[in-house]
């Protein structure tokens, strides 16, 4: 009667699992660089800000305008009261022949905009890289979790059955079976946490690349350590950083040309009649003029645009201050972390051999009756939480060192 209820509760264990079948064997393997390359497709804020680099490019043409002389065909007609009507039709051509170097000027800090908004660019797609990449280790680890707790989910409802044997014969505890079974159900929780957290990190994949089946990440390798120094080097390099750079660069022309607010303009004109009836007389086809705009007082409008140009150049100067600082303790800070999760996983290493020998000698020990059941199922729980550890410790390293790469700006594709 015992026995027939123990199988009955047996059972009633949780010893399938509803997602047993678990396996990346049918899913789509994919590498960083092709995911990377779907997302970048992919990015709407990327595209957005493609645009706003085009709206710049126009913005530098309009400047650009301005060293080209100006044409133009007009036709009108008027009448005085006690004249007679007036009609004319001509050519009109026009150029400025000097403006202070204004035009010079604007359309330099146009070039330095549009130069800055694409630096900005690729620090976007270095930053969507980096964000790809955690997306990638993320299911990489879930996955690699979902296998090793099935695994030990496996080992556990295999200890279980050979209690039952040796319960049926008297050489084991009833106690040893409901601890097992507890532990059983302990490791169904674990392994399902492990497949939901799976799930989520395919759908973070999925939408940074539009990928519809399911994938498998192929493993990374950890590069060769460059240094700290030559992180450091790097950093000050970084897109962003050329960008704030080049931000400064407009700001200082704008100030230049707040200067030359006062310089006079110099411009030539020309019209030529097609049309021109009732004719003067002598008869007159064309006139031109030179035209000399000397400014004298404006009410401090050119001062206070000066003050408003110095302010905006000095902030610009502090932003990119601030941005080389804040660049430099991103790398120290990576850095730090990149090393310690390679000395964490030399660790675990070792501790995951050390386990693997103790399990072996549990299960020989077991063989003589030395130790208990129990025992062997703890050390080969011990051995596989260990293996655990040390795959997510490794992910952990690799993606300390894609971020500390992020942080320097290197060895991320452009």
Do not use: H
């Not at 957005?48 to 650009?64: D, M």
């Not at 800090?109 to 800055?116: E, F, K, N, V």
């Not at 992910?395 to 971020?403: F, P, V």
């Amino acid at each position: 009667m015992n026995k027939l209820i123990f199988i009955t509760l047996l059972g009633l264990l949780p010893c399938r699992l509803p997602a047993q079948e678990f396996s990346t064997a049918a899913m789509k393997p994919i590498t960083l660089g092709e995911a990377y390359t779907l997302a970048l497709d992919r990015s709407e804020q990327l595209a957005r800000q493609a645009e706003g680099i085009k709206q710049l490019e126009a913005a530098e043409r309009l400047f650009n305008s301005a060293f080209r002389p100006v044409f133009s065909a007009n036709a009108s007609q008027s009448k005085q009261q006690n004249y007679a009507s007036v009609t004319k039709g001509y050519l009109s051509g026009s150029y400025s022949l000097f403006s202070g170097l204004r035009d010079l000027i604007s359309l330099k800090a146009a070039a330095a905009r549009t130069a800055a908004a694409g630096q900005d660019l690729a620090r976007a797609r270095q930053q969507l890289y980096l964000d790809v990449a955690q997306a990638y280790l993320g299911l990489q680890a879930a996955q690699r979790e979902a296998l090793i707790r099935r695994e030990q989910f496996d080992v556990t409802g295999r200890r279980i059955a050979e209690l039952q044997a040796r319960v049926e014969i008297g050489r084991s505890r009833k106690s040893e079976t409901v601890a097992a079974r507890t532990q059983l159900a302990q490791d169904k929780a674990g392994y399902l946490d492990a497949a939901a957290a799976e799930r989520l990190s395919q759908q973070a994949l999925k939408f940074l690349t539009g990928l519809e089946p399911d994938l498998v990440p192929e493993p990374l390798p950890v590069r060769k350590d460059a240094g700290l120094d030559a992180y450091l080097k790097a950093a000050l390099s970084r897109p962003d950083l050329a960008a704030k750079r080049k931000t400064l660069q407009a700001s200082g022309y704008l100030l230049d040309m707040q200067d030359r607010n006062l310089r006079p303009t110099v411009t030539v004109s020309a019209d030529y009649y097609v049309l021109r009836r009732p004719m003067p007389v002598p008869a007159s086809r064309w006139d031109a003029a030179v035209a000399v705009n000397v400014p004298l007082y404006n009410g401090g409008y050119a001062q206070a645009q000066r003050q408003s140009a110095y302010s905006e150049k000095r902030s610009a100067e502090l932003d990119l201050q601030l941005a080389e600082r804040q660049a430099l303790t991103e790398v120290r800070s990576a850095y730090e972390e990149f090393k310690y999760a390679l000395l964490r996983s030399a660790s675990l290493e070792e501790a995951l051999a050390l386990a693997a020998d103790n399990a072996d000698y549990q299960q020989e020990d077991y063989k003589l009756g030395l130790v208990n059941n129990l025992d062997v199922l703890s050390a080969l729980r011990t051995m596989q939480d260990t293996r655990l550890a040390l795959s997510q410790a490794r992910i952990r390293a690799i993606g300390a060192q894609l971020k500390l790469e992020n942080a320097s700006g290197t060895g991320i594709p452009q």
